[in-house]
C-alpha cells in the first residue's frame, strides 16, 4: 500500500501548530506548539480529528475550577476572573491581550494556581472585577483587588493624574 505523506507543517489546529515531523511508526506524529508555549508530539490522525486541542493546559486550566468548587453550577465570577486575567496576559489570540501582554503584564507565578489566587485573592464580591492597583504593574499578591466599576474607571491609564 503507497501512502502519501500530508505535510503539516505550520497548519494550526485549535491551539496547537505543527512544528516538525517526529516520526511514528504507524501513521505520522508530530511536534506542535501550543499557543502556552509548551510543545508536544502527536500523531497526525488526532490532530487532524480534531480531539486534541492543546498541550492539555486548556484541561489542566478548565479542571482547576471543577477541583475548587468554582464550575459545579457553571463557571463561578471568582474563577472566570482567574480565567480571564491568564488570557489576557498570555494569549496573543485573546481580545485585549494587547494591553496587557502585549505591553508586559504577567501573571504571577503563583497564580497559575487557581487554589493560591482564591486564597490571596478571596471570593469576587458582588459587583466587582479583578483590578490592578498599579495600572502598568502585574497580577499579583498586593497588587490587585476586587473593584467596582467606578474604582476600575478612576484606576485607569491616564486618569489618574499622572
Known amino acids: 500500500?503507497?501512502?502519501?505523506?500530508?505535510?503539516?507543517?505550520?497548519?494550526?489546529?485549535?491551539?496547537?501548530?505543527?512544528?516538525?515531523?517526529?516520526?511514528?511508526?504507524?501513521?505520522?506524529?508530530?511536534?506542535?506548539?501550543?499557543?502556552?508555549?509548551?510543545?508536544?508530539?502527536?500523531?497526525?490522525?488526532?490532530?487532524?480529528?480534531?480531539?486534541?486541542?492543546?498541550?492539555?493546559?486548556?484541561?489542566?486550566?478548565?479542571?482547576?475550577?471543577?477541583k475548587h468548587g468554582h464550575c459545579s453550577s457553571g463557571i463561578s465570577p471568582t474563577y472566570n476572573s482567574w480565567a480571564a486575567m491568564h488570557g489576557r496576559c498570555k494569549y496573543p489570540k485573546t481580545r485585549s491581550y494587547e494591553h496587557y501582554g502585549g505591553r508586559g503584564i504577567s501573571v504571577c507565578e503563583r497564580w497559575g494556581d487557581f487554589a493560591n489566587f482564591l486564597e490571596d485573592m478571596g471570593e469576587r464580591p458582588v459587583g466587582t472585577s479583578l483590578d490592578r492597583i498599579d495600572a502598568d504593574g502585574n497580577y499579583e499578591p498586593g497588587n490587585c483587588r476586587w473593584a467596582t466599576d467606578a474604582e476600575q474607571r478612576a484606576n485607569r491609564r491616564g486618569t489618574r493624574g499622572e
Not at 505543527?18 to 508555549?37: F, M, P, S, Y
Not at 484541561?59 to 482547576?64: D, F, Y
Request: hydrophobic share 30%; with cysteine; proline share 0%.
Open 1 to 66: 500500500m503507497n501512502s502519501t505523506l500530508i505535510d503539516m507543517v505550520g497548519k494550526r489546529f485549535s491551539n496547537l501548530v505543527v512544528i516538525e515531523r517526529a516520526g511514528g511508526e504507524n501513521g505520522a506524529k508530530w511536534l506542535c506548539q501550543c499557543d502556552c508555549g509548551n510543545t508536544k508530539v502527536i500523531s497526525g490522525n488526532v490532530l487532524r480529528q480534531g480531539s486534541t486541542k492543546s498541550c492539555g493546559c486548556v484541561r489542566k486550566q478548565n479542571n482547576q475550577g471543577f
